[in-house]
């Protein structure tokens, strides 16, 4: 994610932000004030955000004091003019309790704040670091313009003031929320990174004028969805100021590819991604720990195999190992920009030429990008890909409304390719997905499980046609295991990129794969089975979607609509060009997003065929019932053909969903 959280305690407001956070994560001299120090760092001064400054006095952009910060989120929420406001009540008269209590808003609070970090993908601050003047303004410009939107959908769609015994009522901040942001400009490698600590305030106002704490778990359980709409925000307003496009690219084998700017070279962002060699180098010797421990009785401490949670656990672990100290000092921007250059062309493996004309190579990777892609987005489909994605990645199959959001989110990244949208389609594939492709499995015995985001969903179709996760391979006996060394052999080749013992040890398939491979063979379930009379129209809708995707995965063209009431002929089971993906394979920006690999391949192939014998098993058994009676639409805006359905746990996948 590029959006981490954390909360805020009163004393961590002294111990930590007061003295690194506000003058960019270096050592704030002491005895020396706020402005003079953040001058010396080169850092620019914080401001206030958010629509609930105006019940405080404040203004949007107005520089924040130390006194605010203080008051507000060091002094357990007092109002950031605490000082000003308690003198003046002691002049007119008031006691000092009295004066203390006026300027408390509500309750006092341990957790004052959470702290929100708001970082682009590495292609964008590849190009702010390495960009003219105005390439970085306008990068700047759409990182804040972003940030901006992400804190507009926390206060109306996320933040909720609770209040009542047990805090059993809920509501939001009418008013809006008081937020301090803070520019940061590099990494603790000393490598470029431009982030905001956004430090948003818990405290907010009701309708009665009182005021109470915003709860901190709405935040946490929606940081995702609030990274994937950050993401996709930044990218769009780069790319449609500087003529840009993203593209997929996979980070870690088997895990959700990630949107970069296209045409940033591959090599420039390895250079950025110092500490992450690090984490997977240290990961890789704990997860052989991990399967070599044994008790004392020479049993296996834990799993045989690394589980995806015992992976993310490791992951912690190895980020605390090899996180270097912070610097002592931080340097101008200016002097920043000229060291990353220097050090980028001379570690990097980059042309210098390249780095020096970084963006006229990303316009004309964009260029060709656009020319191939349209920016069409199917919302019936993206319904689809979205609810066998979250299906399969969430436990049990259960999941809330903020998981399928998140996921839209990501969807719409991925098809637009760094377009601008409408503000509104990300709810109206929600809505969608929700209506077409989801029950309501819901028991709410409170009142926060009868609220609209808390409502607990399944999908309506059932996937356990789906090829099988892969098992594991067994692991050896840890008395047995010998390092290639010990063998008396000479040691096997070592894959590059991994270390020494990473080769073997066992791990389970992330869920990711199960779910690109779901949403796959539900399209083909929802293509091959459309019935006879409207099966045209379905196809439109595949190649509506198939716009958005490379070239060589098109499916073959549909049959002439003249010809489209003939039957299909029983041999016919392919619906994806197989030899084109395998093809496809050599393509640098695709294939990372897709990782088709030989077993892949196989395991689409024969989830196709298998939806494919079941189509025609439908189609000529309700044959004589379809010629009775035409069916229609779920929703008449939709370009979706499918017939209506009720809730069922089968009924779904011979419907066509």
């Known amino acids: 994610m590029t959006v981490d959280i954390r909360v805020i305690r009163a004393g961590q407001m002294y111990r930590y932000y007061l003295r690194e956070t506000v003058v960019g994560d270096g050592r704030r001299p002491a005895r020396t004030s706020l402005r003079a120090a953040q001058e010396q760092a080169g850092v620019p001064v914080g401001r206030w955000m958010g629509r609930g400054l105006a019940v405080l006095g404040l203004a949007p952009g107005e520089e ?27 002049a007119h008269g008031d006691s000092p309790q009295q004066a203390y209590r006026a300027c408390a808003l509500g309750r006092r609070v341990t957790v004052t704040g959470v702290d929100f970090v708001f970082r682009p993908q590495p292609s964008i601050y590849l190009l702010w670091a390495f960009g003219d003047e105005e390439t970085r303004l306008v990068i700047e410009a759409a990182h804040e313009y972003a940030i901006v939107r992400v804190l507009e959908w926390i206060e109306d769609e996320v933040a909720v003031i609770r209040y009542g015994t047990d805090g059993i009522y809920r509501v939001r901040p009418p008013g809006g929320l008081v937020a301090a942001r803070f520019r940061h400009y590099e990494a603790r490698s ?47 307003e780069v790319c449609e100021e500087l003529g840009l496009a993203t593209e997929p690219r996979t980070v870690t084998p088997g895990r959700r590819p990630v949107m970069e700017i296209a045409g940033v070279p591959h090599g420039l962002i390895r250079w950025t991604s ?59 921007l200016g002097q920043l920009r000229a060291d990353w250059r220097a050090s980028a062309i001379r570690t990097s493996g980059v042309p210098a030429d390249v780095i020096s004309s970084l ?29 066998a994605t979250v299906f399969v990645m969430n436990s049990g199959g259960r999941f809330h409304r903020r998981h399928l959001l998140a996921e839209v989110r990501r969807h719409l990244a991925l098809v637009l390719r760094g377009r601008r949208r409408d503000p509104s389609l990300d709810d109206q594939v929600v809505a969608a997905a929700i209506t077409t492709h989801c029950v309501d499995i819901s028991k709410p015995t409170t009142v926060r499980g009868m609220e609209a985001g808390y409502r607990l969903y399944t999908a309506r179709w059932s996937l356990c046609d789906l090829p099988a996760r892969r098992r ?41 794969d199960r779910a690109v491979l779901a949403g796959a063979a539900v399209r083909e379930q929802l293509r091959t089975t459309t019935v006879t009379a409207v099966r045209g129209r379905a196809y439109d809708v595949v190649a509506h979607q198939q716009a958005a995707m490379p070239e060589q995965l098109l499916a073959p063209e549909p049959a002439d609509p003249e010809h489209d009431d003939q039957k ?26 897709l990782d088709l690999t030989a077993e892949r391949l196989r395991h689409l192939q024969d989830a196709f065929t298998a939806a494919a014998d079941r189509a025609h098993t439908t189609m000529d058994r309700s044959k004589l019932r379809d010629d009775a009676e035409m069916p229609h639409p779920a929703h008449g805006d939709d370009q979706q053909a499918h017939r209506p359905q009720e809730p069922g746990p089968h009924r779904g996948r011979e419907t066509g969903h």
């Open 568 to 593: 299909d002929k029983p041999g016919r089971r392919e619906a994806l060009d197989l030899t084109a993906l395998r093809a496809l394979r050599d393509s640098r920006t695709d294939v990372e997003a």
């Open 472 to 512: 594991p391979p067994a692991a050896p006996d840890p008395g047995e295991r010998r390092s290639p060394s010990d063998s008396g052999e000479p040691p096997a080749p070592r894959p590059p990129g991994q270390d020494a013992g990473e080769w073997e040890v066992p791990r389970v398939p992330l869920q990711y």
């Open 64 to 90: 924040v004091t130390e006194a605010q910060l203080r008051n507000l989120f060091g002094e357990r929420g007092r109002h950031p003019y605490a000082d000003r406001i308690e003198a003046d009540r002691i």
């Open 190 to 236: 000393g490598r470029p990174l431009l982030h905001d600590h956004l430090l948003l305030s818990v405290k907010g106002q009701r309708l009665d004028g009182k005021w109470g704490s915003i709860h901190t778990t709405a935040l946490y359980e929606n940081t995702v969805a609030a990274s994937a709409l950050y993401n996709e925000l930044v990218a769009a």
């Open 359 to 387: 963006l006229e190579y990303a316009r004309a990777a964009a260029a060709a990008i656009r020319a191939r892609v349209a920016a069409v987005v199917d919302i019936a489909l993206a319904a689809v890909d979205v609810t």
């Open 274 to 332: 110092w500490r992450s060699d690090q984490i997977a180098a240290c990961l890789s010797e704990l997860e052989h720990e991990y399967v070599t421990a044994v008790d004392d009785d020479g049993e296996p401490r834990f799993l045989p195999a690394v589980s995806e949670r015992a992976r993310a656990k490791l992951n912690q672990i190895a980020a605390r190992k090899t996180r270097p100290p912070k610097k002592g000092k931080a340097r101008p």
